[in-house]
């Protein structure tokens, strides 16, 4: 065994790691050892937690990106069917201007409904042969009848 050597100086005892492991019969040494790797365990724990917390994070934030982007071109198609159904409305619109013209209503009336105005005569000319018939302009009398036709 070595002899302990004392430094006057620094008042410490420098013993060589045998003479400590050989003191405490190597328990000390066992406990130290096993004190750093559960430090270097609890180290590795951590930057695994918080790697793990990190990869989630990145993950969540990704898949909100994506989730805007989708949300986005969602946005832009129904913008743009909303203008498409705005023209169209638009187009509706004039036709339905044009249909509750006095005009329109009068031109569907006798060309649909074969009606004429009072005093008018409705001619309507058929074919001998083939059974079909065909309108011809409607002619206007002079003057209204004041005594009955039968």
């Given at each position: 065994?070595m002899?302990?050597?004392?430094?006057?100086?620094?008042?410490?005892?420098?013993?060589?790691?045998?003479?400590?492991?050989f003191?405490?019969?190597?328990?000390?040494e066992?406990r130290?050892?096993?004190?750093?790797?559960?430090k270097?365990?609890?180290k590795?724990?951590?930057?695994?937690?918080?790697a793990?917390?990190?990869?989630?994070?990145?993950?969540?934030?990704?898949?909100?990106?994506v989730?805007?982007?989708?949300?986005?071109?969602?946005?832009?198609?129904?913008?743009?069917?909303?203008?498409?159904?705005?023209?169209?409305?638009?187009?509706?619109?004039?036709?339905?201007?044009?249909?509750?013209?006095?005009?329109?209503?009068?031109?569907?009336?006798?060309?649909?409904?074969?009606?004429?105005?009072?005093?008018?005569?409705?001619?309507?000319?058929?074919?001998?042969?083939?059974?079909?018939?065909?309108?011809?302009?409607?002619?206007?009398r002079a003057?209204?009848?004041?005594?009955p036709?039968?």
């Open positions: 065994m002899p302990l050597a004392y430094d006057y100086q620094q008042e410490n005892v420098q013993v060589s790691s045998y003479e400590k492991w003191l405490t019969g190597g328990k000390a066992c130290r050892r096993r004190a750093i790797k559960r270097r365990l609890r590795l724990l951590l930057l695994g937690a918080v793990v917390l990190a990869a989630g994070l990145l993950f969540g934030y990704l898949s909100g990106l989730k805007i982007v989708q949300l986005r071109a969602s946005i832009s198609g129904a913008q743009k069917e909303i203008a498409a159904i705005k023209v169209e409305i638009a187009k509706l619109e004039e036709e339905k201007a044009l249909v509750e013209s006095p005009e329109y209503v009068e031109k569907v009336a006798r060309e649909k409904l074969g009606l004429v105005k009072p005093g008018e005569v409705k001619y309507v000319v058929t074919s001998a042969g083939d059974g079909s018939w065909q309108e011809k302009d409607v002619k206007r003057k209204k009848y004041d005594e036709l039968y």
